[in-house]
């Protein structure tokens, strides 16, 4: 049969609004999260992350929020720029060092 | 720092042929990852080494695939024989210490014909 890549869930946002990305995680041992970045050719990029003893961490323009109850986070980007135009992935360290990552988001900035 | 390089950005190889994918951590870092990166199955872990010293392999999909890390600055991802089905986005990471940032290369496009 014909296959079938990751399809990725898309926000389209108008430039200066604010975006939010949303992540549901699986393990609810997670102990550490992190947002990367990915513009297409390039490595993934850090951009910020969250222990699980925090709710809420504040960056440049960035912020993570962390609701361990319903096991969902969160980035929101500030101000969206043309240069915010990326995949974005949220990735959880459940069990040792082992980062697992979440398939992705592709956000679209308009000018 | 130079960030985590790898070497060769890209790699075109026919069915068949070894495949040595190469790696320099960041200075200091104690944890090395590989990781594959195909729009199937998104970003797996492959392996990752802690202090030189692999700790979990069980990302590697099979015989086919070894890595090494001879010492703190150097790591290899083999492949031998390669299959079309292994072309894909390698990525090396490393960190400095658990749960902290970890920092990606730039990545090594495989295409494998």
């Known amino acids: 049969g014909e296959s079938v890549g990751l399809h990725l869930p898309t926000l389209s946002v108008q430039e200066g609004d604010n975006s939010i990305i949303n992540c549901a995680y699986s393990?609810?041992?997670?102990?550490?999260f992190i947002w990367y970045k990915q513009e297409s050719g390039k490595g993934p990029q850090f951009i910020i992350d969250i222990r699980s003893n925090m709710d809420k961490r504040q960056g440049q323009r960035v912020t993570v929020l962390l609701n361990k109850t319903v096991k969902h986070l969160s980035l929101q980007i500030a101000a969206t720029q043309p240069g915010d135009s990326a995949v974005y992935f949220c990735?959880?360290?459940?069990?040792?060092?082992?980062?697992?990552f979440g398939g992705g988001t592709r956000v679209l900035v308009k000018p | 720092d130079a960030g985590v390089i790898q070497s060769p950005r890209h790699e075109v190889t026919e069915m068949g042929q070894e495949v040595t994918l190469r790696c320099k951590p960041i200075?200091?870092?104690?944890?090395l990852f590989w990781y594959r990166q195909t729009m199937m199955r998104g970003l797996e872990l492959l392996i990752y080494f802690n202090n030189n010293v692999p700790i979990d392999d069980s990302g590697m999909p099979e015989d086919r695939f070894s890595a090494k890390m001879p010492n703190a600055s150097f790591s290899t991802l083999k492949i031998q024989p390669s299959e079309p089905r292994d072309s894909a986005v390698y990525f090396c990471?490393?960190?400095?210490?658990?749960?902290?940032?970890?920092?990606f290369g730039p990545g090594t496009r495989l295409t494998v014909t």
């Open positions: 990471a490393s960190r400095q210490r658990e749960l902290s940032e970890q920092y």
């Open positions: 200075s200091g870092h104690d944890y």
């Open positions: 990735a959880e360290n459940a069990a040792g060092n082992k980062l697992t």
């Open positions: 393990n609810s041992a997670s102990d550490y």
